[in-house]
């Protein structure tokens, strides 16, 4: 029953043909600092802005 997958014969190092978003056990990206400063720039381009309107509603919620 099943479909044939290879039934684990042949051995050999089965990492090069994984696929996966990180890119795998070996990946080095290149510019890895460069990408991360600039996620972190979007996430905090993000949050403050909705840090600031939350503290405006809280405020503005407690003074009545």
């Known amino acids: ?10 051995g050999g190092d089965f990492r090069q043909k994984v696929w996966s978003m990180t890119g795998g ?3 080095r990206p290149v510019h890895w600092r460069r990408n991360t400063a600039i996620a972190m720039f979007g996430v905090f381009l993000i949050c403050i802005p909705i840090a600031m309107k939350s503290a405006e509603l809280e405020s503005c919620s407690t003074g009545s």
Do not use: K, L, R, S
């Open 1 to 10: 029953m099943g479909g044939d997958h290879g039934g684990g014969h042949g």
């Open 25 to 27: 056990p070996y990946c």
